[in-house]
């Protein structure tokens, strides 16, 4: 079955510093992959999604994941973290086969420390 | 703005009652999902429509109904509520079945 496991509930980074938010997946052909955030009592949105062109995809706010398949990852990363990038953060992947199942990680909370 | 619209914002209510929540999908889009959002357990699936037809079905109470109308808006039935029935509700669109997801703002719904 096809899943998606965000590795940190949690993180807590300075404003400045280098931000990490992990997610590995499971899926038995190529995914479409896609990060969402979700700032406190708003919908989601979109920051970025790979759909099997360049493996290393530029997204919102400064926001990039690489797509390594060796690994099966999709890790999120910002070079520079600012305050407005507090929020929660959803992975998320879509199977290959037309299914049209969205499959949610359990979201990681970053908190930004001035 | 995603472009999905879901009224109303805020909605409360008492136990027992019943209420619709509604969504505007982003024009030209096929695909509509319902999704509710509590603390205790997160971002939970509800139902899937595509093109007017059921398409995947989550964890929905038997209590809760959706549907899709031949104009692609969608409305999600919540009925006989209970205090445990108080969430964000979100609505999603798509193109089709492979494309990302846009989400609405949300309805929250509060049970009293």
């Known amino acids: 079955a096809q899943s998606v496991t965000q590795l940190d509930s949690h993180v807590s980074v300075s404003e400045g510093t280098p931000v990490l938010l992990r997610c590995n997946y499971s899926?038995?052909?190529?995914?479409?992959l896609f990060w969402y955030v979700q700032h406190p009592n708003k919908g989601l949105q979109l920051l970025l999604k790979y759909t099997s062109a360049a493996t290393l995809v530029k997204g919102i706010n400064g926001f990039e994941a690489e797509f390594k398949k060796s690994e099966t990852s999709f890790h999120l990363t910002k070079p520079s973290a600012h305050m407005s990038d507090a929020a929660e953060y959803f992975c998320?992947?879509?199977?290959?086969?037309?299914?049209?199942?969205?499959?949610f990680g359990q979201g990681t909370t970053l908190q930004v420390k001035p | 703005d995603s472009g999905v619209t879901q009224t109303p914002k805020h909605l409360i209510t008492a136990t027992g009652q019943r209420v619709t929540l509604r969504c505007s999908p982003r024009s030209g889009d096929l695909s509509v999902y319902w999704y509710q959002q509590s603390l205790d357990q997160g971002l939970q699936f509800l139902i899937q429509?595509?093109?007017?037809?059921?398409?995947a079905k989550g964890n929905i109470l038997e209590r809760f109904s959706a549907q899709q109308f031949p104009d692609l808006h969608s409305e999600l039935n919540l009925s006989s509520l209970e205090l445990g029935d108080s969430a964000l509700y979100f609505c999603a669109s798509s193109k089709d079945l492979n494309t990302e997801a846009f989400f609405g703002q949300g309805t929250r719904l509060t049970v009293v």
């Open positions: 429509y595509y093109n007017g037809e059921e398409r």
């Open positions: 899926s038995s052909y190529s995914p479409s």
């Open positions: 998320v992947v879509i199977p290959s086969g037309n299914t049209g199942k969205l499959i």
